[in-house]
């Protein structure tokens, strides 16, 4: 049967549910995407103006619950039905998204992320069960690869959109966001129709209950919760995408060669993907990982099908390590092209095998049952990420700090906002933007960040390795 006969298929649910999605990850991607400049720039600029330490601690702590808790909703969803479940989560997205646009205050802030990550928790099990119960043995292979393309182009729009909103106000970034999940609501109501599913009759309680022993049960599996403790590694240098590299290329990388390499091509073009100062606004370079991913999934899976899963992740976790040292190494905004594309390719081929490897090793009897603990690593790799991004950043690469570490060794005094400390600092160094920012990156090496960042890419790519090679050569009872 061919891939047409089969995508003809698929039912009305099944395509509503992928709506959905799409829209869900336009909202999210939108505002994640420039969250780290949102939550780091100059209040002077119309952002919050918070440290790059608060930042991380923000950001990882919340994305890192985000992904922790489906394990607890999943179960939740299943006792009190699909279509309840997702009217929650939609309103507390809706609402979560508009409130974060309209508070300044850092606990204020924190509180309501954390709030909206409670409604994207919601979402996630329900739509990804959808997909399940909605596709067969004949058709998973494509609906589950049309879903995947589906997230990836949400995720390609979001960043977009918020680029050319945060110009006008940050606060429309928020705004769309929550309009985005209120077509969601209408969708849901007028057409989404409730798959078919095993009623769950448990109490609220024994569910939570139910669903945590379960985890339980599983980390007792010490070779597994090893693999899955290892691959936190792989998420914590992969999230670097959102929470580090954004703020790095604003701070540091010379955007403007590639809106040249644009407007040679054709003036329209770069000035609809450009900024008025003629630059590329970061979020709309990092969603050319997701771009890389719409094209090359296929392909990439295709090529690396003939290789067990085990060393495809070894050798994606190496190639994408390297990808990423190359994110930081050069402030030439077109090498950022090459380096995201080696990245892609690396998460293209580590990624999926994640999912297929933990599905090959679990018990025959508790296949779902393991595959529900991959959230596992995506939450540990978003906390450490987060702290990665905070603190270690700031000591390396901080522009603000490093300015300031500048000054201060050579007896230099200015007394001002962080937000007017370069303009003070060019005053009274007798040079220009671009020339202190030389001075900088000269001086101070922020570049020597993807140390940190590849070495631990490196570092779980060779523990990987190690642990199929002496660990899983052993056998369980010895």
């Not at 109501?189 to 599983?218: C, G, M």
């Not at 962080?418 to 003070?424: A, M, P, R, V």
């Amino acid at each position: 049967m061919s891939n047409f006969q089969l995508i003809k298929k698929l039912p009305k649910s099944y395509w509503v549910a992928n709506i959905m999605e799409l829209f869900e990850r336009w909202a999210y991607y939108g505002l994640f995407a420039v969250l780290a400049l949102y939550l780091t720039q100059s209040k002077e600029s119309g952002a919050l103006g918070f440290t790059q330490g608060e930042k991380g601690i923000l950001m990882g702590t919340v994305a890192g619950v985000l992904y922790f808790l489906p394990v607890i909703t999943g179960a939740l969803a299943d006792r009190f039905g699909y279509k309840r479940t997702l009217v929650i989560a939609y309103i507390i997205l809706c609402s979560g998204y508009f409130f974060m646009g309209q508070v300044t205050d850092y606990t204020a802030f924190f509180l309501i992320f954390l709030y909206t990550a409670i409604g994207a928790a919601l979402f996630k099990p329900v739509i990804s069960a959808t997909i399940a119960r909605t596709t067969n043995d004949a058709t998973a292979s494509i609906g589950f690869g049309i879903f995947y393309m589906i997230v990836n182009i949400g995720a390609f729009i979001g960043p977009v959109f918020a680029a050319k909103l945060r110009v006008i106000s940050w606060n429309y970034v928020f705004m769309i966001s929550s309009g985005i999940i209120l077509i969601n609501i209408l969708i849901l109501l007028l057409f989404f129709k409730i798959p078919e599913r095993v009623k769950n009759e448990d109490s609220f309680f024994y569910s939570i209950k139910k669903a945590l022993l379960n985890v339980v049960s599983v980390i007792f599996d010490f070779r597994f919760l090893f693999f899955l403790l290892i691959i936190i590694g792989f998420w914590a240098m992969y999230f670097q995408l959102f929470y580090s590299l954004p703020v790095f290329i604003d701070q540091w990388v010379d955007t403007r060669v590639i809106y040249n390499v644009f407007e040679s091509l054709s003036p329209s073009l770069a000035q609809f993907l450009g900024t008025k100062t003629e630059t590329i606004a970061p979020e709309m370079i990092i969603s050319i990982d997701t771009m890389y991913i719409i094209i090359f999934q296929i392909l990439v899976s295709t090529y690396v099908i003939r290789f067990k899963p085990l060393k495809t992740m070894i050798g994606g976790i190496f190639l994408a390590s390297v990808g990423l040292a190359f994110w930081f190494v050069t402030r030439n905004g077109l090498f950022l092209f090459g380096s995201i594309l080696l990245f892609a390719l690396g998460e293209m081929a580590c990624s999926p095998k994640i999912s297929q490897y933990i599905g090959k090793i679990a018990p025959a009897d508790k296949t779902a049952l393991y595959m529900g603990t991959s959230f596992i690593p995506l939450a540990g790799g978003n906390f450490l990420a987060g702290f990665l991004s905070g603190d270690v950043y700031t000591q390396i690469a901080d522009k603000t700090y490093l300015l300031k570490q500048y000054l201060y060794s050579h007896n230099i005094n200015i007394r001002c906002t962080d937000g007017e400390l370069f303009d003070k600092a060019c005053t009274q160094l007798n040079v220009n933007h671009q020339q202190l920012t030389d001075i900088l990156w000269n001086a101070q090496h922020p570049w020597i960040i993807f140390i940190v960042y590849s070495g631990i890419g490196f570092i779980t790519a060779l523990v990987l390795f190690l642990y199929d090679k002496f660990i899983l050569s052993k056998p369980i009872n010895k």
